[in-house]
């Protein structure tokens, strides 16, 4: 490799470094800040998972990496950089930015079940006005909502609160089974089965407050 | 080798004492405001020059000298009514429909300009009529700023230009550009807005170190707000926040004197009023209210028209009158903790914020629904000051804690048929970047509008209108073959900028949302001059000190390298660099920013070889397999 080739653009040949912006050395392409001269680097294309040191899996410790989260935004946030330089600052909002999506997609079964999904190249059901194709959850849906609407005191919504909790807290069991196994298909089933139980556990809430009002 | 100076990440040191200037919080509310300075995490409230009150109210008077701020200009409503702007706040980057729903619950008139072509993208901002003046909320806003920035250097005997604004939690991103405008025509710079609940909750929270989810209950004179904290290792998010924008303590007054009026009317007085005596009588509801806070009836005269009569008003006729505006606020509460999925109960305290939460009815409310009596220590008309000033002091000076905000509506785009895409939920973590992709619906489609909108209803009309803008020169496809991609960031500040791009061509607009004021923009920087005498100097002054400290930056890059890699250094880059850094910090001695510039430039040049030969180096070191940081 020539010594005359290495240009300023921020990326080298080897994937493992690129050159900081501030003391255009070499820095790990992963680095959050730079090791000789400290300053902070452009967050770059890491997966969410590799972003909080974790490997890919659906089962994901959230109060392990809430704590990786709030220990990061102590250090990237803008309220840190403040009197620093513009470009600084900007990277330290790129930074904070791709945290908090990374952190909100992770604390999300559904968030984190599309991401995992879409990671494996599959797009997942429903949403953007995809149809979702699986009759009995369907049915299934269309009972809860019936019997939600005919529920008339706030015992009876409690039950179906519990009830949808159990059972998707089971499906997140399976989801996790399915993705181990690479078995995506099953796995796209699954998500759109938990995004219902998350949607009808949501609308009970709701109906449960209202109830409480009347 | 040299000793390394060891920071922490993100640490690097502060520019040099000189430059580090002081800094303030202000709570700039709809009808009292209050400036605060903390100096080692402890804040305190900067009283006027008699050492007297905090408080100044957010009213401006507009006589045929300067405009005058605070309580002297609460004294002209008496005579002069006309010409006193009060409550300016709810007016904030509104337009049209805004006015509409607020008729008849301002003491001024209002009017919506024409739309011109030249106009922004936003929707147009209300002006006010006063006396003989046109003015817009922006600027009498930054009357109110003017006065607090005084208040504060006086106080402190130095310049303050730098400070942190709160806003509600609820402002929208007009509300939120609007104000940092008004302060910029104040000569503020801002160095974060804050919201009111996050402030008042820093005021609190942290001296107790407690962890666990507080409640912020925080009703000001316009502006209601509740939002959910939590509390951990040091940081404060924000896990939920609601409001209503337009609900107060000034609504308590209007219910008073509303009754007052009834009152009289049963008496047989038929009163008409003018602008004048409904300032008077919102001025005597509001004594009767203050009242009511520590005495079960207050008596109170009503003179108007030349009638005048006297009244008794209980504590419980009061709470009669209010009870449906604050049953409105628990209402709200109860979605806010539904939200976030959580049950009164798991709030481990309760903090009041605003004066109107002196109405014992009000705590009663709160403590009822919380079943926990709300923390009150410090003055709920002071605590959002002092939660500002201790933000400030963290931004200047480095802190231990922060703070983590979210944002406080649903951000979206009109699709087919006025429905609102949402593209960023209510209460995500902000700063954030989201990006959707969209495509043309018509063959050979050239043009996108994009229409940005606010709020959590499906409708786009029934939603706040933030932008429109076209994104132009689509190529020519078949229908649904354009790949749009519509990117949102939020920044920490709140505020939004959105950009599209086509994706196989590459062809992009941006804009920043921005509210207009029915002037255009040319006007609005002459505005911005005339206000600020040395505006252009201000700027430059700025724009010098931003270069010194990026070349400061640049050299301590340098050094840190040279002192990590001695070894690649050849005496001859190591004279030719030095002597740049001499030449650069001689620059940066004088006041000429393109010398600075130029001899950052020239290091840079000078440092050259010496960063190839480092890059060369880690290559051939990561390349002969050995590990990276074993090396270092």
Redo the contacts between chains.
């Keep these: ?1 020539s ?2 080739g ?1 240009e300023d653009t921020g990326t ?1 040949k ?1 994937p ?2 690129k ?2 912006w ?5 820095v ?1 392409a992963s680095a ?9 680097q452009a967050p770059g294309q890491l997966d969410h998972f590799k972003r909080f040191g974790l490997e890919r899996s659906f089962v994901v410790d959230i109060d392990a990496v809430e ?1 990786t989260y ?2 990061q ?16 600052q900007a990277l ?3 930074q ?3 945290l ?2 990374a ?2 997609t992770l604390k999300n079964p559904v968030a984190r079940a599309h991401y995992m999904l879409r990671l494996a190249g599959v797009e997942p059901e429903g949403g953007g006005g995809h149809t979702v194709n699986d009759p009995e959850l369907l049915m299934e849906a269309m009972e809860m909502r019936e019997a939600l609407d005919d529920a008339d005191n706030r015992m009876t919504v409690d039950a179906m609160i519990k009830d949808t909790r159990k059972q998707a807290r089971a499906c997140e069991n399976n989801l996790a089974d399915a993705f181990a196994k690479d078995a995506f298909d099953t796995a796209k089933k699954l998500t759109t089965r938990l995004r219902y139980l998350m949607k009808m556990t949501e609308e009970a ?2 109906k449960k ?1 209202r109830l ?2 009347a | 080798m040299a000793l390394l100076q060891i ?6 040191p ?2 040099h004492e000189d430059e ?1 200037q002081i800094a303030v919080g202000i709570d700039l509310g709809t009808t009292n405001s209050v400036v605060a300075i903390s100096r080692d995490e402890k804040p305190e409230v900067l009283r006027d020059k008699s050492g007297g009150n905090a408080i100044v109210p957010s009213v401006v008077y507009y006589g045929e000298d300067t405009p005058v701020v605070g309580e002297a200009a609460r004294d002209h409503i008496n005579t002069d009514a006309s010409r006193v702007v009060s409550s300016v706040k709810r007016l904030m980057g509104r337009g049209i429909e805004d006015v509409k729903s607020l008729a008849g619950t301002l003491p001024y008139d209002v009017e919506v300009p024409e739309k011109s072509d030249d106009d922004g993208a936003g929707p147009m901002m209300v002006r006010l009529n006063v006396g003989n003046r046109v003015l817009t909320p922006v600027e009498v806003s930054a009357d109110i700023l003017r006065a607090l920035r005084t208040r504060a250097e006086e106080s402190l005997d130095q310049p303050v230009e730098k400070a942190v604004i709160t806003v509600p939690a609820y402002f929208d991103d007009g509300a939120r550009t609007a104000t940092k405008d008004a302060a910029t025509l104040a000569g503020i710079e801002v ?2 807005l804050v919201n009111e609940p996050t402030a008042a909750a820093l005021a609190y929270g942290l001296d107790n170190g407690a962890e666990g989810l507080y409640a912020v209950y925080d009703l000001g004179g316009g502006t209601f707000d509740i939002s959910l904290l939590k509390m ?4 404060f998010q924000v896990k939920a926040t609601g409001g209503d924008a337009a609900l107060g303590g000034d609504d308590f007054d209007h219910a008073i004197a509303e009754h007052l009026l009834a009152l009289r009317k049963d008496g047989g007085a038929t009163d008409a009023l003018d602008a004048s005596d409904a300032k008077r009588l919102l001025k005597t509801a509001r004594k009767v209210k203050e009242g009511l806070t520590d005495s079960d009836a207050v008596e109170v005269a009503v003179d108007l028209n030349g009638t005048k009569t006297t009244h008794s008003v209980t504590r419980s006729d009061f709470e009669a009158m209010i009870a449906k505006l604050v049953s409105r606020t628990t ?1 709200i509460t ?2 806010v903790l ?1 939200d976030a ?1 959580v049950l009164p109960e798991d709030v481990k305290g309760v903090v009041l914020v605003g004066g109107s939460t002196r109405v014992p009815a009000v705590r009663k409310a709160v403590a009822d629904l919380f079943e926990q009596e709300p923390l009150s220590n410090i003055d709920p008309d002071e605590v959002v000051a002092l939660g500002a000033a201790l ?1 400030a002091e ?3 000076g ?1 802190s231990d804690n ?3 905000d979210v944002t406080p509506l649903s951000l979206g785009l009109e699709t087919m048929g006025g429905i609102v895409e949402k593209v960023i939920d209510r209460n ?7 990006g959707q992709e969209f495509t043309t619906y018509q063959d050979g489609q050239s043009a996108m509008m994009i229409h940005v909108v606010q709020g959590e209803r499906e409708m786009v009309d029934q939603c706040r209108s933030l932008a429109r803008f076209a994104l132009t020169g689509i190529p020519s496809m078949a229908a649904g073959a354009a790949r749009i991609r519509v990117q949102f ?1 939020v ?2 500040d709140g505020l939004l900028t959105v950009s599209a791009r086509e994706e196989t061509t590459g062809v992009e607009q941006e804009v920043a949302v921005k509210p207009t004021y029915g002037i255009n923009e040319v006007d609005m920087a002459n505005m911005l001059r005339d206000s600020m005498v040395h505006a252009r100097e201000d700027m430059l002054m700025r724009l010098l000190t ?1 270069a010194r ?2 070349a400061k ?2 050299i ?3 050094q ?2 040279m002192d ?2 001695h070894a690649l250094l050849t005496p001859e880059d190591d004279k030719s660099i030095n002597d740049a850094i001499a030449k650069l910090e001689a620059a940066m001695g004088g006041d000429d920013r393109d010398v600075i510039n130029d001899a950052a430039e020239a290091l ?1 040049n000078a ?2 070889p010496f ?6 180096s ?2 051939r070191q ?2 002969t397999g050995q590990n ?1 940081d074993a090396v ?1």
């Excluded at chain 1, 501030?22 to 070499?26: I, L, Q, T």
């Excluded at chain 1, 959050?32 to 902070?40: E, G, P």
């Excluded at chain 2, 960063?611 to 060369?616: K, T, W």
């Design positions: 490799m010594n005359t290495t080298m080897h493992a470094h050159v900081c501030s003391c255009k050395g070499p790990e959050l800040f730079c090791d000789t001269c400290n300053a902070i704590a709030l220990k935004q102590q250090k990237l946030h803008p309220d840190r950089f403040a009197s620093k330089s513009p470009r600084e330290s909002s790129q904070a930015a791709s908090n999506e952190f909100e809430r709701a407050s409480a009002a | 920071h922490e990440p993100g640490e690097t502060l520019p580090r160095l974060r951990q290792k040091g940081v209402a109860e979605q539904d999925d933000q963290a931004l200047t480095g922060l703070l983590l995500t973590p902000i700063p954030v970047a989201k960031n920044d920490a931003e400290v990026e930056r640049n301590l890059a340098v840190a390298a990590a890699d840079e440092s050259r960063a190839e030969s480092r890059m060369d880690r290559i990561a390349l990276v270092n």
